[in-house]
Each structure stands twice: as structure tokens, then as C-alpha cells.
């Protein structure tokens, strides 16, 4: 077994032991055992000593186990109950003393989740029992014993609600775009459009670079970012057989599909996972974000990070050659089942954007392309299979955890450790910006947002009535500077497509990766500050 596989598997059980074996002021056993889980998948989606995906598997396994109303720790930790012991011709009751609350109150069990409270008159003591007055106690009634029991504070969470986040609205979003994107590349569209694309600029290096980038970006936003880093770089092999060995744009072509794609994936909700996570998070606090309006929010940064991509390019590595023909064969599929998917696509994306003027949530509208592509054998039982599923299981791990952190308490009780009304806004925000850029250039970017976005809904939950925090604005530049983790070959999936290619030297992607990303990382800031919160729900 690998050392890191063996760290990863301590780090994660230690993780999950440590907060049940040791009492954390303030924190209620729920908590407690809601924290135990974030630590370990904590450390399992760091080290990985199981797939990523598996982890969220195990993160929803754990919840309904051990928080949920059905599980079995729920059902077995019931507090102990006892029926009243009347005294004849009274409405006098004996009952253990320990049942009582400080406010001379005791709990009955009742039907609900959490127990109903009633006010008592004591009467009289005797060792371990009390007498006491009240008229609303009779002997059928089930008197709590241990009032401060974890199940008389915490309301368990129905296992359906943790089992629900395999079916979120917005990995059914995520799920529309992977099919209009398998179908894409099934009819050739994807090809056909980088040609269209890239026969208007003719044949000098720096516009065929610029074409070969707005390509990329552009597929990007409506596809799979690995998906269209691998069709690209297919296209991009014609190309670097033109050129000598030793010309130095050759490592400009190969690095324009990876930066293109990363970028790309900003603009829209499809684009990438930790923008559908985000707005996941944003629209279980009320704050959707349609599809358009991200897109408005997102282009501009998308096209000044790519202005500056490709100018960055062309200084690093110049061409020596000073005309670069392409050839770019074939043509647009007109087969019936093509145009199907034309329309399918066409409708899909006029709908997502037109979602202000009809209503309609980006959510539902994505389940369009679900039902119509395969009802009319546009994609069959292969594409059906071969969706990301691990990519969907780890985003609902993700939001699974996140109703968790919330609704045990754990999130108020980790924002409740700092004090936020002593920072500005703006820093609480460049703050986890500034973590959420670090962490997305050692892990993956969907764990990333996955991580901080539970822990930016809390900040905003206390911080934004002390310090006018805006949870939203927030929330999209994490996203944001997430896709700009790509400084090295395990930041992201286009850099290692890019990377295995054989024709590209770490120190290059390090170096461009790093600069690109430094100024996302401050545009995104910038943008935080000054223009996404025009548009605030």
C-alpha cells in the first residue's frame, strides 16, 4: 500500500474520531458527529486513498446512518422515557429528579421530532425522586428522563432529504449539458464548429493561436472541459506537424487548448462543476442565479482572462513561422437524427437564455435535452452510460454534506469561532478567494468549492448582518478562481490531457499557469467588489 494511501486512511479515520472522542464546547453531539465526517472526507478527498467519488458515496452512507431520523443511531439513542406515577386523588406526580429542567419544566415524548416542553409545580423532594403539580401530566403521558439528551436539541434530518441531493436541480442542469455535449461529439458538431471558427482568421500564427483559444472556450462553456481538451488536441496534431521542432509556438498551440477550456468553463453554469456547486449552495439560501444572468456576470472576466491568456502566449513563446495554413476537411452532419440534435441544442440554449422573459428555471429546462435525445435516438444507452456519473455522485456528496453542516449546527458553531465583525467584508471575501485559488491547484477544483462552499453559506449567514458580507458575489468569484487553479499537471484535467501529450515541459504549463491564474485571481476579486453585486437576487 502506497504511503500516501496509508496517510490519507489515518488522516481520515483520525478525522472522524477525534471530534466524538473529545467535547467541543458549544457543539452538540450532531455536530460533533457531522464534523468526524467533514474531516474524513476532508482527508479522503485530499489524499485519495479511495476514488473521490467513492468518498461522497460514503459521505451520504455515513449521514443516513448516523444523523438521520431512520438511522440507527437515532433509533437506538432515544432518550429514556417514564410514565408519571400519579398519587391518588391528586394531580400530584412522582418522577425521577433528574427529569426535570432548570425552569421547572420537563419534556414529553410525543409524536413529533423533538419533544413537547410543559411547565410543573414542585412539591416536594426525596433522594432521586420529586413530586411534582401539574394538569397537564397524566399517567400515559412519557416523561423524559435525560433532558439534555443530543435527540432533544438536534431535529434528525429525514433520510430522503441526504439520498435527494443525487437528484438536485442543479446536477440535473449539469446532466442536460453532459447529454447536448455527448450528442455534440456523436453528429461531430463540436468539429464542425471549431471549423467554422477558425477558417475566418486565416493563416498568421496569432490569430489561428486566437482561434484555436475561442474555440476551446467556447465548447467549454457548453461542454465537458476533458471532453473538449481531448477532442482539441486532435485538432491542434495537424498543426504542430506544420511547424519546426524547435519553433516556440508550437508550445503556445499546446497550451492554448488546456487555458481555453479552464477559462471557457467560467461562462456559463455548465461549464464546470464548481460553478453548478455554487450555485447549488446559492439557491438553497434563496439567491438563484439564472442562467443569463451568470453568463453576463461571467463573460466579461472570461474575455479580458482570455485577452490576456493569449497575449501572455504570443510574448512567451513567439512564432518563428509567419503563415500557418490549416486544413479542416468536412462538413455539417444533415442527417435527421443531426438535425434533431441541432434543434434539441438550438432550443435548449435559446430557453437557458431566455429564462427571465418565461419564467422557467435553467433547472428544468435542462431536463428538456434529457428526455428528447434519447426518446429520439439522438444518443442511445452508450451515451447514457458512459455520463459522469462519478462527477454527479461527487457533487451530491457535496450538497448532502452541506445540508448536514447546516442543519446539525456545525455551521454556526465554526463561524462562531472567529470573530467576523472585526474583518471587512471585502477581507472575509478575498479571503476564501485566496484559499479556494490554493486549494484548486493542489486538489480538485469540484472538491474545492465543494469544501468551502457549506462554510461561505455560514460566514454569510453571521457575517453579513455585522459586516454587510454578500454571500452571492462570494460564493461566484470561489468558483471562479477555482478554474483558475492550473499551475500544475494535477490541478486539472486539460492540463494532464495536455501534459500526456509528450509535447509540453512542467516548467511551461507552471509558468503560464501561474501568471494566468494570479491575474484571474485578482480580476475575480475586482469583480467580487465592484460588478457582481449589480446583480444580487
Keep these: ?89 391528586s394531580q400530584d406526580f412522582t418522577l425521577p429528579a433528574a427529569s426535570l429542567v432548570e425552569t421547572n419544566q420537563v419534556l414529553l415524548r410525543g409524536p413529533g421530532p423533538l419533544p413537547g416542553r410543559i411547565a410543573v409545580e414542585i412539591l416536594d423532594r426525596a433522594g432521586d425522586e420529586v413530586r411534582v403539580r401539574a394538569f397537564e401530566l397524566s399517567t400515559n403521558s412519557l416523561v423524559i428522563t435525560r433532558p439534555r439528551h443530543w435527540l432533544n436539541t438536534y431535529r434528525p434530518t429525514p433520510y430522503r432529504d441526504f439520498f435527494a441531493a443525487l437528484a438536485d436541480p442543479i446536477i440535473i442542469l449539469f446532466m442536460g449539458g453532459c447529454l447536448l455535449a455527448d450528442g455534440a461529439v456523436k453528429y461531430r458538431l463540436d468539429r464542425s464548429l471549431t471549423r467554422l471558427f477558425l477558417k475566418p482568421l486565416g493563416t498568421r500564427p496569432a490569430f489561428v493561436l486566437l482561434g484555436l483559444m475561442g474555440a476551446t472556450g467556447i465548447l467549454s462553456a457548453f461542454m465537458s472541459n476533458t471532453a473538449t481538451t481531448a477532442m482539441m488536441m486532435t485538432v491542434v496534431l495537424p498543426i504542430l506537424a506544420r511547424l519546426a521542432d524547435d519553433d516556440p509556438l508550437r508550445t503556445a498551440v499546446v497550451l492554448s487548448i488546456p487555458v481555453g477550456a479552464n477559462i471557457g468553463g467560467i461562462a456559463t453554469p455548465i461549464g464546470t462543476p464548481p460553478n453548478a456547486i455554487a450555485l447549488s449552495a446559492l439557491s438553497q439560501q434563496g439567491l438563484g442565479i439564472p442562467f443569463a444572468r451568470w453568463v453576463v456576470m461571467a463573460l466579461p472576466i472570461v474575455l479580458l482572462t482570455m485577452a490576456f491568456a493569449w497575449f501572455l502566449l504570443l510574448r512567451l513563446y513567439p512564432a518563428r513561422t509567419g503563415s500557418l495554413t490549416l486544413d479542416l476537411p ?128 455560514s460566514v454569510g449567514a453571521v457575517a453579513g448582518r455585522a459586516t454587510g458580507f454578500d454571500l452571492a458575489p462570494t460564493l461566484v468569484a470561489v468558483a471562479v478562481a477555482s478554474s483558475y487553479g492550473m499551475t500544475l499537471p494535477i490541478s486539472t484535467p486539460p492540463n494532464a490531457i495536455a501534459m500526456g501529450s509528450g509535447m509540453l515541459q512542467n516548467r511551461d504549463l507552471m509558468k503560464t499557469g501561474a501568471i494566468i491564474g494570479a491575474v484571474g485571481l485578482a480580476l475575480a476579486l475586482l469583480c467580487a467588489r465592484f460588478y457582481w453585486p449589480l446583480f444580487n437576487p
Excluded at 490519507?8 to 464534523?35: E, H, M, S
Excluded at 482527508?43 to 461522497?56: H, K, M, Q, R
Excluded at 422573459?357 to 428538456?368: D, E, K, P, T
Excluded at 435535452?369 to 451530491?396: C, D, H, T, Y
Design 330 to 457: 468536412g462538413k455539417f452532419d444533415r442527417s435527421p437524427r443531426a438535425l434533431g440534435l441541432y434543434a434539441v441544442f438550438g432550443a435548449t440554449a435559446l430557453l437557458w437564455f431566455t429564462e427571465k422573459q418565461h419564467g422557467i428555471s435553467s433547472n428544468i429546462v435542462a431536463f428538456l435535452p434529457v428526455v428528447a435525445l434519447p426518446m429520439l435516438g439522438i444518443v442511445g444507452k452508450k451515451e447514457i452510460r458512459g455520463l459522469p456519473w462519478e462527477v454527479f455522485w461527487l457533487m451530491a456528496g457535496g450538497i448532502s454534506l452541506g445540508t448536514a453542516i447546516k442543519t446539525t449546527g456545525l455551521a454556526a458553531w465554526m463561524v462562531g469561532r472567529v470573530d467576523w465583525s472585526s474583518m471587512g467584508a471585502f477581507a472575509i471575501t478575498a479571503g476564501m478567494v485566496l484559499v479556494g485559488f490554493v486549494m484548486a491547484n493542489f486538489l480538485s477544483h469540484t472538491v474545492t468549492v465543494t469544501l468551502l462552499a457549506p462554510i461561505a453559506v
Design 1 to 89: 500500500m502506497k504511503t500516501k494511501t496509508i496517510t490519507g486512511l489515518a488522516l481520515g479515520i483520525l478525522g472522524f474520531l477525534t471530534p466524538l472522542l473529545f467535547d467541543l464546547p458549544g457543539l452538540g453531539f450532531a455536530g460533533q458527529v457531522t464534523l468526524g465526517i467533514f474531516l474524513l472526507a476532508a482527508a479522503f478527498w485530499l489524499f485519495e486513498p479511495v476514488p473521490i467519488y467513492t468518498t461522497s458515496m460514503l459521505v451520504i452512507f455515513l449521514e443516513v446512518l448516523l444523523l438521520s431520523a431512520e438511522g440507527p443511531l437515532c433509533k437506538l439513542s432515544q432518550p429514556p422515557a417514564v410514565s408519571p406515577r400519579a398519587v391518588p386523588e
